[in-house]
Nanobody, 122 residues
Framework: QVQLVESGGGLVQAGGSLRLSCAAS????????MGWYRQAPGKQRELVAV???????NYADSVKGRFTISRDNAKNTVYLQMNSLKPEDTAVYYC????????????????WGQGTQVTVSS
């Protein structure tokens, strides 16, 4: 079992910053990619940022230049540093991890975090 625990969400004024954390635990052989998604009320879940095992990153156009995704491989943790926050960033943010476990070496599994609310006031 691979479990993800998210933290760092909260209420912040426009222009402020937050850092989200997502820690993965379980019988993990390797992590292929870690990413952050968000979902606002009435909207589909969208990819915010992703980082691969090789360190490559990709961001949604709406957050480029403001958000930074990073990882700590030793801790199986991914972070999302969010600066210059805007009201449009208000959403529930979900961590997602693609991984290979010892129990299923030939399969790339996927797990979701529980979600953390980010609210940006104007």
């Amino acid at each position: 079992q691979v479990q993800l625990v998210e933290s760092g969400g909260g209420l912040v004024q426009a222009g402020g910053s937050l850092r989200l954390s997502c820690a993965a635990s379980g019988s993990i052989f390797s992590i292929n990619a870690m990413g952050w998604y968000r979902q606002a009320p009435g909207k589909q879940r969208e990819l915010v940022a992703v980082i691969t095992s090789g360190g490559s990153t990709n961001y949604a156009d709406s957050v480029k230049g403001r958000f930074t995704i990073s990882r700590d491989n030793a801790k199986n943790t991914v972070y999302l540093q969010m600066n210059s926050l805007k009201p449009e960033d208000t959403a529930v943010y979900y961590c997602n991890v693609h991984y290979i476990t010892y129990q299923a070496m030939g399969v790339i599994g996927s797990s979701w975090g529980q979600g953390t609310q980010v609210t940006v006031s104007s």
